[in-house]
Nanobody
Framework: QVQVVESGGGLVQAGGSLRLSCAAP????????MGWYRQAPGKQRELVAR???????NYADSVKGRFTISRDNAKNTVSLQMNSLKPEDTAVYYCNADVVVLVSSPVRKDYWGQGTQVTVSS
């Protein structure tokens, strides 16, 4: 089964940094967008950062200036550099890949990773 593979995450003190990485499935035709979402206990999943085909990015207001999303087109990967982490950044972070796959014709697919825990201690 096609999967999005995440890496990174862990436990860090407030003010520290972490880097998350995500690899889109190899068997894809193209990528429309890739991004990171997060879900804290008792809260809804929210967008953290996203990068689309053109290279344009958007960020949640709460992470602007602290987080940076980047991609490697050759490897179909996206990374999220998280600096100046705060306890409120604690959540499970999920990678999302909005891609096109070739079956008998191009089909748009939306894939999610299984999530990686980020915990920021005060």
């Amino acid at each position: 089964q096609v999967q999005v593979v995440e890496s990174g995450g862990g436990l860090v003190q407030a003010g520290g940094s972490l880097r998350l990485s995500c690899a889109a499935p190899g068997s894809i035709f193209s990528i429309n967008a890739m991004g990171w979402y997060r879900q804290a206990p008792g809260k809804q999943r929210e967008l953290v950062a996203r990068i689309i085909r053109s290279g344009s990015t958007n960020y949640a207001d709460s992470v602007k200036g602290r987080f940076t999303i980047s991609r490697d087109n050759a490897k179909n990967t996206v990374s999220l550099q998280m600096n100046s982490l705060k306890p409120e950044d604690t959540a499970v972070y999920y990678c999302n890949a909005d891609v096109v796959v070739l079956v008998s014709s191009p089909v748009r697919k939306d894939y999610w990773g299984q999530g990686t825990q980020v915990t920021v201690s005060s």
